[in-house]
């Protein structure tokens, strides 16, 4: 019998397992949601809790769910597994699509099992995938909410998710580095080939592949957020080198380092408008039970570090991970904000200054692209969080629902971004679509709005040794260093 077909059997065992796990599921998920969310003490099943959806994808005619006062309408359908969207200055719209990385090795006989089962939550909608690995931009011309141009920018990318565009150059974070393309606003292909800024961790394993990306206010910096290359550091610190991550990167020479760590998986990296604050939104660790750990939306402080692998929420130690850190625990940052376990936060997006009703002006939305690894399915919408003073300040709303209808997905959110209308757009990678939700009464922003505005233009470091810098021996950058164990 092969390996595969061991794995097969084991994993048909296993789900039957998992079904029935650890115990009722009845857990009131919304006393994980804010700033102090209720941890009960964890579990250590031989498998998580497992519910799948088989994902169908949309009829004809069907849209997600949206409250009174919005509109729902798709934006752009027959994509290839739409991850993110972007938005430009002059309004035009980057949707990124791809697929992980191929040949990462599976050590463990529970990671043929996981594979297995993840295989079967694919989204893509039913039939044969088509081509992905593209960024597709969007026109609006005339600002009607309906897109008038399409084409393909880009094609052939390796796993890219997170784009950021400034003073005619569009950086791509792909798999495994960091890419810079000559574009003008308004032109519909690039203007010649790709270079790199610099590389990122990625192979073989390449565990959490998603590197988004964000533009500093000041515009000289980029922000790249690195996944772990494990659920909770099974795979030795070694192989989280440079991982958990959120990195900064000179955008003209590519020097690099590690502005916050200690964070799983890391995404929908944004900064608040007002404040100039980095935020970003995190998915927690597995194989504690269904409600543990709680992912979250933080601020992002310099130098920070947010407790993954040897604790979450502070000092609550995951005693699954071997040596021991005290020290790293003491300095562990709790989180600004829980959303709840499981829930699979991938996009984040500020609204303030947008067209959306007076309900969302001032606050975020986040898109969860739902769970797989408890009774019951958790997430699998878009909510809106408010905000005063820069800072969370109420219960997050569900805002666009109607993903999940029994045991079926029609859809799975992942990235959000305001238009150049200053309606919201969210990715669902499972519908292969766009989806646009606006103001009921067509309201609309007087000028487009892009994704990364700038507030101040720094000056370019005179200083700044690049990725090619000639000759002499130096240090290794503070990128090649496990972030989390650094003195």
């Known amino acids: 019998m092969s390996r595969t077909t061991y794995a097969a059997v084991g994993a048909l065992g296993l789900l039957a397992l998992a079904?029935?796990?650890?115990?009722p599921d009845d857990f009131d998920v919304s006393r994980q949601i804010g700033p102090?969310?209720?941890?009960?003490?964890?579990?250590?099943?031989?498998?998580?809790?497992?519910?799948?959806?088989?994902?169908?994808?949309?009829?004809?005619?069907?849209?997600?769910?949206?409250?009174?006062?919005?509109t729902v309408s798709a934006y752009a359908t027959d994509l290839a597994t739409p991850r993110t969207v972007h938005t430009l200055p002059n309004g035009d719209v980057l949707v990124v699509q791809s697929r992980g990385p191929s040949g990462k090795p599976l050590p463990r006989p529970k990671d043929y099992i996981r594979g297995w089962i993840m295989s079967l939550a694919k989204g893509g909608g039913g039939g044969e995938p088509p081509e992905s690995n593209l960024i597709t931009l969007l026109r609006d011309t005339d600002r009607d909410g309906t897109v008038d141009e399409r084409s393909d920018l880009l094609t052939g990318l390796h796993s890219p998710f997170g784009v950021a565009w400034h003073d005619g150059t569009l950086y791509?974070?792909?798999?495994?580095?960091?890419?810079?393309?000559?574009?003008?606003?308004?032109?519909?292909?690039?203007?010649?080939?790709?270079?790199?800024?610099?590389?990122?961790?990625?192979?073989?394993?390449n565990h959490h592949w998603t590197k988004d990306l964000a533009l500093g206010p000041d515009?000289?910096?980029?922000?790249?957020?690195?996944?772990?290359?494990?659920n909770a550091a099974e795979r030795g610190m070694e192989a989280e080198n440079g991982r958990a991550a959120?990195?900064?990167?000179?955008?003209?020479?590519?020097?690099?380092?590690?502005?916050?760590?200690?964070?799983?998986?890391?995404?929908?990296?944004t900064f608040?408008?007002?404040?100039?604050?980095?935020?970003?939104?995190?998915?927690?660790?597995?194989?504690?039970?269904?409600?543990?750990?709680?992912?979250?939306?933080?601020?992002?402080?310099?130098?920070?570090?947010?407790?993954?692998?040897?604790?979450?929420?502070?000092?609550?130690?995951?005693?699954?991970?071997?040596?021991?850190?005290?020290?790293?625990?003491?300095?562990?940052?709790?989180?600004?904000?829980a959303l709840s376990s499981h829930v699979a936060p991938l996009g984040m997006a500020f609204t303030i200054g947008s067209a959306m009703p007076e309900a969302f002006a001032n606050g975020a939305f986040v898109g969860e692209h739902g769970s797989w690894n408890r009774t019951f399915f958790n997430g699998y919408k878009v909510v809106y969080i408010p905000f005063e003073n820069g800072m969370p300040a109420g219960m997050a709303e569900d805002v666009v629902t109607g993903f999940i209808d029994g045991d079926q997905a029609r859809g799975r959110p992942v990235g959000v971004a305001i238009d150049g209308t200053g309606a919201l757009l969210v990715a669902d990678d499972a519908g292969n679509t766009v989806w646009r939700v606006a103001a009921a009464d067509g309201s609309i922003t007087p000028e487009p709005m892009g994704s990364d505005p700038v507030t101040v233009e720094?000056?370019?470091?005179?200083?700044?040794?690049?990725?090619?810098?000639s000759g002499a021996e130096t240090a290794p950058p503070q990128t090649e260093i496990a972030p989390a164990v650094q003195q």
């Open 19 to 23: 079904a029935c796990d650890d115990g």
């Open 36 to 70: 102090d969310p209720e941890l009960p003490e964890p579990r250590q099943p031989l498998l998580a809790s497992i519910k799948l959806a088989e994902v169908v994808g949309w009829e004809e005619g069907q849209t997600p769910i949206v409250p009174e006062g919005l």
């Open 172 to 205: 791509v974070a792909e798999a495994d580095e960091i890419v810079a393309y000559p574009y003008e606003l308004g032109a519909t292909e690039v203007g010649g080939g790709p270079e790199t800024v610099t590389p990122l961790p990625g192979g073989p394993i």
């Open 219 to 230: 515009a000289r910096h980029l922000y790249v957020s690195v996944g772990s290359n494990s």
């Open 246 to 269: 959120i990195w900064e990167v000179d955008r003209e020479t590519g020097a690099s380092r590690v502005y916050a760590s200690g964070l799983r998986n890391p995404n929908g990296l």
């Open 272 to 337: 608040h408008p007002e404040t100039g604050t980095l935020w970003t939104v995190v998915n927690e660790r597995d194989e504690l039970g269904p409600n543990l750990v709680p992912d979250y939306m933080t601020s992002v402080q310099d130098g920070g570090f947010y407790g993954w692998p040897w604790s979450y929420f502070g000092d609550h130690v995951d005693v699954r991970v071997h040596p021991p850190r005290p020290d790293m625990v003491a300095q562990a940052i709790s989180p600004d904000y």
């Open 458 to 469: 720094a000056e370019p470091a005179q200083d700044a040794a690049g990725p090619a810098a």
